[in-house]
Protein backbone atom coordinates (compact mmCIF):
# COMPACT_ATOMS: atom_id res chain seq x y z
CA UNK A 1 0.00 0.00 0.00
CA UNK A 2 1.38 3.14 -0.86
CA UNK A 3 1.91 6.37 1.51
CA UNK A 4 -0.94 7.88 2.37
CA UNK A 5 -3.24 9.92 4.68
CA UNK A 6 -2.74 8.65 8.29
CA UNK A 7 -6.45 7.42 8.47
CA UNK A 8 -5.94 5.06 5.80
CA UNK A 9 -3.55 3.18 8.11
CA UNK A 10 -6.51 2.60 10.85
CA UNK A 11 -9.54 2.50 8.42
CA UNK A 12 -9.47 -1.35 8.34
CA UNK A 13 -9.12 -1.77 11.78
CA UNK A 14 -11.80 0.56 12.94
CA UNK A 15 -13.77 -2.33 15.38
CA UNK A 16 -10.34 -3.53 16.82
CA UNK A 17 -8.54 -0.05 17.46
CA UNK A 18 -12.01 1.98 17.96
CA UNK A 19 -10.06 4.24 15.73
CA UNK A 20 -12.05 7.07 13.98
CA UNK A 21 -12.35 9.06 10.69
CA UNK A 22 -13.16 12.18 12.45
CA UNK A 23 -11.11 14.46 10.15
CA UNK A 24 -11.82 15.43 6.65
CA UNK A 25 -10.24 12.91 4.25
CA UNK A 26 -11.29 14.77 0.93
CA UNK A 27 -11.78 13.16 -2.48
CA UNK A 28 -11.69 8.80 -1.96
CA UNK A 29 -11.64 6.12 -4.68
CA UNK A 30 -13.53 2.92 -4.01
CA UNK A 31 -13.64 0.59 -6.79
CA UNK A 32 -16.12 -1.95 -6.87
CA UNK A 33 -15.27 -5.64 -7.41
CA UNK A 34 -18.63 -6.45 -9.17
CA UNK A 35 -16.30 -5.82 -12.89
CA UNK A 36 -13.78 -7.69 -11.62
CA UNK A 37 -12.96 -11.17 -12.47
CA UNK A 38 -14.89 -13.43 -9.90
CA UNK A 39 -12.62 -16.37 -9.98
CA UNK A 40 -9.74 -14.50 -8.97
CA UNK A 41 -10.87 -11.86 -6.59
CA UNK A 42 -7.75 -11.91 -4.23
CA UNK A 43 -5.65 -11.01 -7.20
CA UNK A 44 -7.77 -8.56 -8.67
CA UNK A 45 -7.96 -6.57 -4.98
CA UNK A 46 -4.32 -6.70 -5.38
CA UNK A 47 -4.28 -4.85 -8.54
CA UNK A 48 -5.70 -1.42 -6.59
CA UNK A 49 -3.24 -0.40 -3.74
CA UNK A 50 -3.67 3.35 -4.20
CA UNK A 51 -7.57 2.73 -3.74
CA UNK A 52 -8.78 4.22 -0.24
CA UNK A 53 -11.86 1.51 -0.28
CA UNK A 54 -12.96 -1.87 -2.02
CA UNK A 55 -16.90 -1.76 -2.52
CA UNK A 56 -18.22 -5.00 -2.34
CA UNK A 57 -21.89 -5.13 -3.80
CA UNK A 58 -24.28 -8.01 -1.68
CA UNK A 59 -27.21 -8.47 -3.93
CA UNK A 60 -30.05 -10.93 -2.76
CA UNK A 61 -31.97 -11.22 -6.14
CA UNK A 62 -35.06 -9.57 -4.56
CA UNK A 63 -33.83 -6.11 -3.97
CA UNK A 64 -32.28 -6.07 -7.13
CA UNK A 65 -32.33 -8.72 -9.78
CA UNK A 66 -28.52 -10.01 -9.66
CA UNK A 67 -27.43 -12.73 -6.97
CA UNK A 68 -23.74 -11.81 -5.59
CA UNK A 69 -22.03 -11.84 -2.07
CA UNK A 70 -23.11 -12.90 1.01
CA UNK A 71 -20.82 -12.47 4.96
CA UNK A 72 -18.69 -15.48 3.90
CA UNK A 73 -17.09 -13.48 1.14
CA UNK A 74 -16.71 -10.27 3.21
CA UNK A 75 -15.02 -11.83 5.56
CA UNK A 76 -12.57 -13.75 3.05
CA UNK A 77 -11.64 -10.19 1.34
CA UNK A 78 -11.57 -8.63 4.54
CA UNK A 79 -8.87 -10.81 5.65
CA UNK A 80 -7.14 -10.95 2.22
CA UNK A 81 -6.69 -6.83 1.57
CA UNK A 82 -5.04 -4.24 3.72
CA UNK A 83 -7.88 -2.08 1.89
CA UNK A 84 -10.93 -1.38 4.27
CA UNK A 85 -14.28 -3.21 3.10
CA UNK A 86 -17.42 -0.86 2.34
CA UNK A 87 -20.38 -3.26 1.73
CA UNK A 88 -23.35 -2.13 -0.44
CA UNK A 89 -26.48 -3.80 0.79
CA UNK A 90 -29.05 -3.77 -1.72
CA UNK A 91 -30.59 -6.70 0.31
CA UNK A 92 -34.33 -6.64 1.43
CA UNK A 93 -34.97 -6.42 5.62
CA UNK A 94 -31.59 -4.91 5.80
CA UNK A 95 -32.51 -4.42 9.65
CA UNK A 96 -32.16 -8.09 9.94
CA UNK A 97 -29.15 -8.86 8.06
CA UNK A 98 -27.05 -5.72 8.25
CA UNK A 99 -24.89 -6.69 11.59
CA UNK A 100 -23.70 -9.67 10.16
CA UNK A 101 -22.30 -7.55 7.84
CA UNK A 102 -19.79 -5.73 10.25
CA UNK A 103 -19.20 -9.12 12.32
CA UNK A 104 -17.49 -10.18 8.70
CA UNK A 105 -15.64 -7.49 9.03
CA UNK A 106 -16.89 -4.49 6.79
CA UNK A 107 -15.69 -1.22 7.75
CA UNK A 108 -19.08 0.48 6.20
CA UNK A 109 -21.71 -1.19 5.94
CA UNK A 110 -23.92 0.78 3.42
CA UNK A 111 -28.29 -0.14 3.78
CA UNK A 112 -30.78 1.01 1.43
CA UNK A 113 -33.46 3.40 3.10
CA UNK A 114 -35.90 1.62 0.76
CA UNK A 115 -35.03 -1.75 1.94
CA UNK A 116 -34.99 -0.91 6.01
CA UNK A 117 -38.26 -0.74 8.32
CA UNK A 118 -36.29 1.45 10.81
CA UNK A 119 -33.49 3.43 9.45
CA UNK A 120 -32.28 5.69 12.38
CA UNK A 121 -32.47 2.54 14.46
CA UNK A 122 -30.47 0.30 11.96
CA UNK A 123 -27.60 3.39 11.64
CA UNK A 124 -27.42 3.46 15.37
CA UNK A 125 -26.88 -0.33 15.77
CA UNK A 126 -24.18 -0.26 13.09
CA UNK A 127 -22.09 2.49 13.94
CA UNK A 128 -22.77 0.89 18.27
CA UNK A 129 -21.09 -2.26 16.08
CA UNK A 130 -18.65 -0.39 15.61
CA UNK A 131 -18.68 0.54 11.80
CA UNK A 132 -19.49 3.75 9.37
CA UNK A 133 -22.95 3.89 9.24
CA UNK A 134 -24.21 4.87 5.77
CA UNK A 135 -27.42 4.80 3.60
CA UNK A 136 -28.46 4.39 -0.24
CA UNK A 137 -30.70 6.32 -2.16
CA UNK A 138 -32.25 5.15 -5.56
CA UNK A 139 -32.37 7.27 -8.55
CA UNK A 140 -36.14 7.75 -7.73
CA UNK A 141 -35.80 7.73 -3.88
CA UNK A 142 -35.40 12.12 -2.76
CA UNK A 143 -33.26 12.91 -0.23
CA UNK A 144 -35.29 15.61 1.88
CA UNK A 145 -37.76 13.39 3.27
CA UNK A 146 -34.49 12.31 5.41
CA UNK A 147 -32.66 15.61 6.37
CA UNK A 148 -33.49 14.29 10.01
CA UNK A 149 -31.43 11.77 9.89
CA UNK A 150 -28.06 13.13 8.05
CA UNK A 151 -26.77 13.43 11.99
CA UNK A 152 -27.48 9.52 12.21
CA UNK A 153 -25.02 8.76 9.21
CA UNK A 154 -21.48 8.59 8.31
CA UNK A 155 -22.52 8.84 4.29
CA UNK A 156 -25.07 8.82 2.03
CA UNK A 157 -24.83 6.83 -1.04
CA UNK A 158 -26.65 8.25 -3.69
CA UNK A 159 -27.13 6.05 -6.44
CA UNK A 160 -26.73 7.13 -10.38
CA UNK A 161 -27.92 4.08 -11.82
CA UNK A 162 -30.77 2.07 -10.73
CA UNK A 163 -29.00 -0.43 -8.90
CA UNK A 164 -28.38 -4.18 -9.65
CA UNK A 165 -25.64 -4.09 -12.26
CA UNK A 166 -22.32 -2.94 -13.65
CA UNK A 167 -21.44 -1.05 -16.68
CA UNK A 168 -24.90 0.60 -16.51
CA UNK A 169 -24.88 4.90 -18.32
CA UNK A 170 -24.72 7.23 -15.58
CA UNK A 171 -28.16 9.10 -14.93
CA UNK A 172 -27.81 12.70 -15.62
CA UNK A 173 -30.73 13.47 -13.62
CA UNK A 174 -29.45 12.37 -10.18
CA UNK A 175 -26.74 15.36 -9.91
CA UNK A 176 -29.59 17.68 -8.48
CA UNK A 177 -29.79 15.54 -5.91
CA UNK A 178 -26.85 15.37 -5.15
CA UNK A 179 -26.26 18.90 -4.62
CA UNK A 180 -29.24 18.62 -2.57
CA UNK A 181 -28.06 16.34 -0.11
CA UNK A 182 -24.74 18.55 0.32
CA UNK A 183 -26.92 21.30 0.82
CA UNK A 184 -28.39 19.70 3.29
CA UNK A 185 -25.44 18.36 4.71
CA UNK A 186 -23.94 21.96 5.49
CA UNK A 187 -27.05 23.52 6.89
CA UNK A 188 -26.48 21.17 9.78
CA UNK A 189 -22.79 21.49 9.61
CA UNK A 190 -22.32 17.81 9.03
CA UNK A 191 -19.18 16.75 7.37
CA UNK A 192 -20.91 13.60 6.26
CA UNK A 193 -19.14 12.09 3.24
CA UNK A 194 -21.16 11.80 0.15
CA UNK A 195 -20.57 8.80 -2.21
CA UNK A 196 -21.44 8.13 -5.71
CA UNK A 197 -21.87 4.49 -7.30
CA UNK A 198 -23.08 4.12 -10.93
CA UNK A 199 -21.40 5.10 -14.20
CA UNK A 200 -18.79 6.90 -12.62
CA UNK A 201 -15.83 7.24 -15.45
CA UNK A 202 -13.47 10.04 -16.66
CA UNK A 203 -16.04 11.46 -18.72
CA UNK A 204 -18.91 11.75 -15.57
CA UNK A 205 -16.23 12.16 -12.24
CA UNK A 206 -16.13 15.61 -12.65
CA UNK A 207 -19.65 16.22 -13.11
CA UNK A 208 -20.53 14.26 -9.71
CA UNK A 209 -17.77 15.85 -7.56
CA UNK A 210 -18.84 19.40 -8.93
CA UNK A 211 -22.20 18.96 -7.33
CA UNK A 212 -20.36 18.16 -3.91
CA UNK A 213 -19.91 14.21 -4.07
CA UNK A 214 -16.29 13.23 -2.27
CA UNK A 215 -16.14 9.05 -2.38
CA UNK A 216 -16.71 7.65 -5.63
CA UNK A 217 -17.40 4.20 -6.58
CA UNK A 218 -16.08 3.13 -10.12
CA UNK A 219 -16.62 -0.51 -11.37
CA UNK A 220 -15.82 -1.07 -14.56
CA UNK A 221 -14.15 2.01 -15.14
CA UNK A 222 -11.57 0.56 -13.21
CA UNK A 223 -11.59 -3.13 -13.40
CA UNK A 224 -11.73 -2.74 -17.32
CA UNK A 225 -8.61 -0.42 -17.31
CA UNK A 226 -5.63 -1.82 -18.58
CA UNK A 227 -3.92 -0.90 -15.06
CA UNK A 228 -6.61 -0.44 -12.64
CA UNK A 229 -4.50 1.28 -9.85
CA UNK A 230 -3.83 4.17 -12.82
CA UNK A 231 -7.49 4.41 -13.27
CA UNK A 232 -7.80 5.43 -10.00
CA UNK A 233 -4.85 7.96 -9.57
CA UNK A 234 -6.49 9.57 -12.95
CA UNK A 235 -9.64 9.25 -11.39
CA UNK A 236 -8.75 10.72 -8.18
CA UNK A 237 -7.01 13.92 -10.21
CA UNK A 238 -10.32 14.29 -12.30
CA UNK A 239 -12.23 14.58 -8.82
CA UNK A 240 -9.84 16.73 -7.06
CA UNK A 241 -9.47 18.89 -9.48
CA UNK A 242 -13.37 19.46 -10.08
CA UNK A 243 -13.95 19.68 -6.32
CA UNK A 244 -11.23 22.66 -6.08
CA UNK A 245 -12.71 24.19 -8.88
CA UNK A 246 -15.55 25.26 -7.29
CA UNK A 247 -14.15 25.48 -4.09
CA UNK A 248 -15.68 26.73 -1.27
CA UNK A 249 -19.20 27.41 -3.44
CA UNK A 250 -20.26 23.96 -2.39
C1 LIG B 1 -24.63 -1.28 -9.08
C2 LIG B 1 -23.53 -1.35 -8.06
C3 LIG B 1 -22.28 -0.64 -8.43
C4 LIG B 1 -21.62 -1.17 -9.68
C5 LIG B 1 -21.05 0.02 -10.37
O1 LIG B 1 -25.83 -1.70 -8.50
O2 LIG B 1 -23.97 -0.81 -6.82
O3 LIG B 1 -21.38 -0.61 -7.35
O4 LIG B 1 -20.58 -2.06 -9.45
O5 LIG B 1 -20.52 -0.39 -11.58
P1 LIG B 1 -20.15 0.67 -12.70
O6 LIG B 1 -19.10 1.56 -12.13
O7 LIG B 1 -19.66 -0.18 -13.82
O8 LIG B 1 -21.41 1.42 -13.03
ZN1 LIG C 1 -22.44 -0.46 -5.24
Known amino acids: MPEAAPWRCVGHTTRESGASYDQPVGI ?5 ILSADFAELGAEIGRIPGADWVHVDVMDNHFVPNLTFGP ?5 LARRTELPVDAHLMITEADRHAAAYVEAGAASVTFHVEAAAAPVRLAREIRKQGARASMALKPA ?7 DLLA ?4 VLIMTVEPGFGG ?3 LDLC ?3 IRAARALMKKHGLETWLQVDGGISMETIERCAEAGADVFVAGSAVFSADDPDAMVAS ?11 VGQSL
Open 28 to 32: QITPS
Open 152 to 155: ELDM
Open 72 to 76: GMIEA
Open 235 to 245: LREKAEGASQS
Open 168 to 170: QQF
Open 175 to 177: LPK
Open 141 to 147: TPIEPYE
